[in-house]
């Protein structure tokens, strides 16, 4: 197909945003909400207004890494979910442009969020955002190809998603709140590391040396490992203090089997149920945490 006849399908275009990941949206939301509830300070649009904003931004980063690594050519041969520029599906113009829809869209809902609820630090807080989105494999030194992916997600998807949520509705964060959002940092950390396990080779070749390239694929797997496990201690000190916090060693069924995959050395399309086991896991995990911290 040539660049002039490439035109996709609505399938592809949501194909393309990569569903897989909502969960790394969804999740910090959640747990950011639920110790908002418990603190006794939920304020409901201020909650869906952060699910919007986080809605919009995994999207927008979806978006702009398929338009940034399709035009540098580095998504011609993968194994992994489909990607709107390298398969020649859709024109690179247009996957750009549904990225910087997205992105305008996160950075308007965080405007309208910001003068909403009067609290300035939010403005800040957004750009960076939507400039760590744009830059993870966007511009001419985009982080995502130095190993820093991980970092990234761990800090935005995580820490500042959760306590972002928490603070904007109550004002102030608990100690509990701070290792619930280390816990969701972890398990979206670990999406990323199963996704950048299945494309080791091929970001090799094209000398994209995300962390899984530096590190090599048996450290990567024990990397996948230490991630998963954590959200779980954490559940364990949390018992402590509200034995509903237990409920979060419901999601261990649903991560065993990824866990097997990676440990047993999965590569390839495997890889790919690993992503979505994993988001689902953390997706479980976050629902029953947001529960046990709300009814705290």
Not at 13 to 19: H, K, M
Request: aromatic share 8%.
């Amino acid at each position: 197909m040539t660049e002039d006849e490439a035109m996709a399908t609505v399938a592809q275009w949501i194909e393309g945003a990569r569903p897989r990941t909502l969960p790394n949206a969804v999740s910090p939301v959640l747990v950011g909400t639920g110790a908002a509830i418990g603190l006794g300070e939920f304020v409901w649009w201020m909650a869906l207004g952060a699910l919007c904003l986080a809605v919009a931004l995994i999207v927008g980063v979806n978006y702009a890494n398929d338009y940034s690594d399709g035009i540098r050519g580095t998504d011609t041969v993968r194994t992994g979910p489909l990607r709107l520029v390298g398969s020649g599906a859709a024109k690179p113009q247009h996957v750009l442009r549904a990225a910087l829809i997205s992105l305008g869209l996160a950075a308007a809902g965080g405007v309208a969020l910001t003068v909403a609820s009067a609290q300035w630090w939010l403005a800040p807080v957004g750009a960076v955002c939507v400039a760590a989105a744009w830059f993870y494999t966007g511009g001419k030194r985009p982080y995502g190809y130095a190993g820093f992916g991980e970092v990234a997600v761990f800090v935005f998807f995580g820490l500042v998603a959760v306590l972002g949520t928490v603070y904007l509705q109550a004002g102030r964060i608990s100690g509990i709140d701070i290792g619930a959002a280390v816990a969701v940092g972890a398990f979206s950390s670990a999406v990323l590391v199963a996704n950048n396990l299945r494309d080791i080779e091929t970001d090799a070749a094209v000398g994209k040396r995300t962390l899984a390239v530096l590190l090599g694929d048996r450290d990567t797997r024990n990397l996948y490992l230490a991630l998963v496990t954590v959200p779980f201690l954490i559940t364990t000190l949390m018992g402590f203090r509200n034995t509903w916090a237990l409920l979060g060693f419901l999601a261990v069924p649903l991560i065993v089997p990824a866990l097997r995959a990676v440990l047993g050395g999965a590569t390839g399309r495997r890889l790919v149920g690993v992503l979505g086991e994993t988001g689902l896991a953390m997706l479980l995990w976050s629902t029953t945490t947001a529960v046990a911290l709300a009814v705290a």
